[in-house]
């Protein structure tokens, strides 16, 4: 009994927070046809975010995966003072508000600060340009790799390093042999959860990209633009696209990941 | 290669692993290093491959000195008691693994791979994962692959330990045998003072971080250097606060010298053994004698019989000296 209440909870609550609402966009995207639909994510503004959201999200993800990989190893294998801390800074970007993160950026960044005028003065642009976008969306994306890494690393233990270790492998070729085919899934798993949240990032950007259009203007932006300018059918056509390319890449994902032993 | 440990200490934050151990290990020996749990007899293993750093002394292996090496300089083969096999790797790619390592030619690999399987009976296994073979043949897997790469010494941490009895007595009696054939100084640790008795020419005995004593199994059975090694190297009892092993108490039909009033409490017939649990001075002895023994005294629970110490009873400290027996530096 208990067992059919869990799950009935379980997909009502999923149904009415995502499956629905999810699903009511689908279908009001191709209300006027797919014809419709295909001008309204091509036209040059829409071309131009696809852009700039690709290339701040696969920088954001080649950073996090590399400070995720190297970060997970140090808190797994390695012992040292403020491990704890260092395991709750990795968690902040999922208490703390986007927007928030955005107006720390500024304040950081913004051209009339010592950092900001110095990068100025050589020419680059880091606030309301790709840098700062990319640092916002590597930061709210942040813990993802980790968390995904994390518990692998720490189920697989030490004792296939120590016995490559032992037998001759250095501390690089113990990591691409033995470490590396262990993890990888983990891996990949966290990079697309990285790569689908760096996409739908909104908060952050909003805040740091000045939201200039065919320059820093991202695909949730867009959203946003055309919504607020009476354009529901454009909002629709842009969101239904999100969605699709997060999901497909999940479900790509799940039937492309073998079951492990 | 011989291998040369001086002063080593090494501690766990509070915990003292190991306390100043000084050891030296001959080539071409099986050498056990036997201890209860939390001796610190692992933790001396792992030193000797380097997978600790000494908090103090050194490592020297054949007089070169090997204390800062990092393990994969050491050239040591490593046996770990939960097998470490590379779990995305087929058998034969696991054995290569520390040849392709270090580079050799595909031909060379290819043929050592074969050669090993062959010597630990896996060459049907060759493409198998390791997680589609047993307990026994994952561990023998491992032991082809540490010594794939000829190592100078071959270490081994509790190997049998993951593994039920019947596979654990097959694969001593194999690992012996296999030590014969290619008498690469050998050092396994275990806290099975049968398996040590029965695989190893010599034996070191750790508890506490320290060595207690270091001997054949024949020399520390007989000539055990305190009560600690006598207990844990066979069966003890305690007569009038004097260890003793049960089968070196004899039991007499009457008073003689040096004898003691005991009430007999059991007999348990263990087919040819006969085990007498005994009353004396109202603590408890117990006694292996042979059925013969007990049958000729007529030994049955309730009647009072007289023992006494066997003349040339084994008794703790009463060490003499072994050509195997090298002096221990203790503390």
């Not at chain 2, 007989?222 to 108490?249: C, Y």
């Not at chain 2, 023994?293 to 049955?300: E, F, H, N, P």
Request: proline letters at 5%; a neutral charge.
């Amino acid at each position: 009994m208990t067992r059919y209440l869990l799950r009935f909870v379980a997909l009502f609550y999923l149904a009415f927070l995502l499956v629905i609402p999810v699903g009511v966009v689908f279908r009001r995207t191709f209300a006027n046809g797919f014809g419709v639909f295909w001008d309204s994510i091509t036209t040059p503004e829409a071309v131009h975010a696809f852009k700039v959201t690709l290339i701040v999200a696969l920088v954001a993800v080649a950073l996090n995966t590399v400070f995720g990989v190297s970060v997970s190893l140090l808190l797994v294998r390695r012992n040292f003072r403020g491990k704890r801390v260092l395991n709750l800074l990795i968690d902040l970007p999922l208490a703390i508000s986007p927007v928030v993160v955005g107006l720390a950026l500024i304040l950081v960044y913004g051209r009339l600060t010592p950092v900001g005028e110095w990068f100025g003065n050589r020419g680059i642009d880091i606030l309301y340009a790709i840098p700062a976008m990319v640092m916002a969306t590597a930061f709210v994306s942040l813990p993802l790799v980790v968390r995904e890494l994390v518990p692998v690393l720490e189920e697989i233990g030490t004792d296939q390093e120590q016995a490559a270790s032992t037998l001759g492998a250095s501390a690089f070729q113990t990591f691409r042999r033995i470490t590396l085919p262990a993890i990888r899934w983990a891996l990949v798993y966290g990079i697309i959860l990285t790569f689908a949240r760096s996409l739908g990032e909104f908060g952050a950007i909003a805040v740091v990209s000045g939201r200039i259009r065919n320059e820093t203007q991202t695909l949730t932006l867009l959203v946003h633009e055309r919504y607020t300018n009476f354009d529901q059918e454009g909002a629709y056509a842009i969101s239904f696209t999100l969605a699709f390319i997060a999901i497909v890449s999940m479900v790509v994902l799940t039937t492309v990941r073998p079951k492990e032993r | 290669m011989t291998i040369e440990i001086t002063n080593i200490t090494k501690r766990f934050g509070d915990f003292v692993a190991l306390d100043n151990v000084s050891l030296e290990i001959p080539d071409g020996d099986l050498t056990a290093l036997l201890g209860p749990s939390g001796g610190g007899k692992s933790t001396l293993l792992r030193v000797i491959a380097g997978l600790e750093t000494p908090d103090d002394g050194s490592v020297a292996f054949s007089g070169e000195d090997a204390t800062g090496l990092p393990p994969q300089r050491r050239n040591v083969g490593f046996v770990f008691q939960h097998y470490a096999a590379f779990k995305h790797m087929s058998v034969a790619r696991n054995v290569a693994f520390g040849l392709e390592i270090r580079k050799r030619p595909k031909a060379e690999i290819e043929r050592r791979v074969k050669e090993l399987l062959e010597l630990v009976h896996l060459e049907a296994f060759a493409h198998r994962r390791p997680s589609q073979l047993s307990g026994g043949q994952r561990q023998r897997m491992a032991l082809a692959r540490a010594l794939a790469v000829e190592p100078r010494v071959l270490l081994l941490d509790e190997p049998f330990g993951a593994l039920d009895a019947q596979v654990r007595k097959e694969l001593r009696v194999w690992l012996r045998r296999l030590h014969d054939e290619i008498h690469v100084t050998t050092v396994f640790v275990t806290h099975d003072q049968e398996e040590a008795m029965d695989v190893a020419d010599r034996i070191v005995v750790i508890a506490n971080g320290r060595v207690e004593q270091i001997g054949s199994p024949d020399d520390l059975y007989e000539h055990p250097a305190n009560d600690f090694v006598m207990s844990f190297l066979g069966p003890v009892t305690s007569l009038n606060g004097q260890l003793v092993r049960p089968h070196d108490i004899e039991l007499l039909a009457g008073p003689e010298p040096g004898s003691a009033h005991a009430t007999v409490v059991r007999v348990v017939r263990l087919g040819f053994e006969t085990r007498v649990e005994l009353l004396v001075d109202g603590s408890d002895v117990w006694v292996q004698t042979t059925k013969e023994t007990a049958d000729r005294l007529g030994i049955d629970a309730g009647c009072t019989i007289h023992v006494r110490p066997a003349a040339d009873a084994i008794r703790p400290g009463q060490r003499q000296p072994s050509p195997l027996a090298s002096p221990v530096a203790v503390g």
